[in-house]
C-alpha cells in the first residue's frame, strides 16, 4: 500500500558495517595508552685511555701579525731542532720551552704549533694539544699532523666521534701507521655511538607517529562523540533540508549505526497508517537512527532520492543505501530492521 509519484526509482550499492561499540572501545585504548619516556642505555665503550682533561692555563701563542725575517726563521728552525733531542731523550717540558720560544720567533709556522702539540699529548695535556693544533690548522687548513695530533688529543678525552674525523683527515692527507693505530683504536667507539644515536632517533621517530596518531585519534573520537550527541537515541528526527540531512547522516554514519530514512507526505493516507508504527519502532531499536523527510518540504532531499512513491523506506549503512521498502507495508519494515540492525 503507498502513493504513486510521477518520479524514477533509483538504488544504490550495499555495504556492511560494525555495531556503535567501538567508539568505547576507542576511548579505553586512548586512555591507557602511557607516555613514558624514552630511557636510553649505556654504550659499552673502551675507555681504557681516557683520562681527565686538562685545564691549566693557555699556553703562550705568537702573534700572527709579527713580520719573520729569514734571521728569525732560522733561530726558530734551530731551537726546534733542540726540541727533537729534547723529545728524543724524554726531557718533555723541556722540549715545550724551546718550541714555545720557536713559535715566538716564527708563529706564522703551522708545523711548530702541530710539534709543540704533539708533545702535548705525550704529557698527557689533551686541551692544551687541541689549542695548538686548531692553530696550526688556521694557520694550514692542510696540516696533517694537526688533524693527526688533535684527532689522537680529543681520543685521550673520549670526544671519539671528532677524533675519528680528525684522524680520517689526516689518513687522506698523509697516512701514517700511528694514524692507522689510533683509527683502530677509535673508530670502533666512534661507530657504537653513532649506532647508538641512530638507535635511540628511530626509536624517538617511532615514538613522535605514535603521539601524533594518538592525537588524532582523540581528536576523531571528540569528533564523534560530539557527533553521537546530535542524535536523539529512541526518536524520529526531522529532516528539513539537504544540509540537515547530510550532518544527521554523516554523525550515523561515524557512529557506524544503521539508518531508516522514511520519505512522506501529509497527504499521503498509507504514511498516516505506518508513521506511529514508525514512531514506535524508533522508542524500541535506540541504536538505530530514525529519519523523517516530508517530500513537500524537503524536496532537495526527496530529489536526489528519487522518490517515486510514498511511504518509501531505505536502509543505510556507512552512507549507503543497503535495501529499501516501499510502500506501508509494516510487515516488512519490521523485518528489515531485524535484519540489518542485528549486522
Known sequence: MSTMINQKEDKSGVDMSDSVKHFEVMKSNLSTEDDDDIVESDIELDNTDVMEPDNDPSQKMGDPSVEVTEEMRDAANMTKLKAVDMISEGKLEDAIGQLTEAIMLNPTSAILYAARAGVYVKLNKP?????????????NPDSA?????????????????????????????????????????????????????????????????????RERQRKQAGADREALSGLRDGQVMGIHSASE????????????????????????????????????????????????????EARDVATRWNIGSVPTFFFIKNGKEVDKVVGADKSALERKIAQHAGQ
Open 245 to 296: 540531512f547530510e550532518t544527521k547522516l554523516n554523525a550515523a554514519t561515524r557512529a557506524l549505526r544503521l539508518v531508516i530514512l522514511y520519505f512522506t507526505a501529509t497527504w499521503c493516507g498509507p504514511c498516516r497508517f505506518i508513521s506511529p508504527l514508525f514512531t514506535n519502532l524508533a522508542s524500541k531499536c535506540t541504536k538505530v537512527v530514525f529519519l523523517k523527510v516530508d517530500i513537500d
Open 127 to 139: 686541551n692544551a694539544a687541541i689549542r695548538d693544533a686548531n692553530v696550526a690548522l688556521e694557520t
Open 145 to 213: 699532523k694537526g688533524y693527526k695530533i688533535r684527532g689522537m688529543a680529543r681520543a685521550r678525552l673520549g670526544q671519539w666521534e671528532e677524533a675519528a674525523n680528525d684522524l680520517h683527515v689526516a689518513s687522506k692527507l698523509d697516512y701514517d701507521e700511528e694514524i692507522g693505530m689510533a683509527l683502530k683504536k677509535v673508530e670502533p667507539n666512534a661507530r657504537r655511538i653513532q649506532e647508538h644515536r641512530r638507535k635511540y632517533e628511530r626509536l624517538r621517530k617511532e615514538r613522535e607517529l605514535k603521539s601524533f596518531e
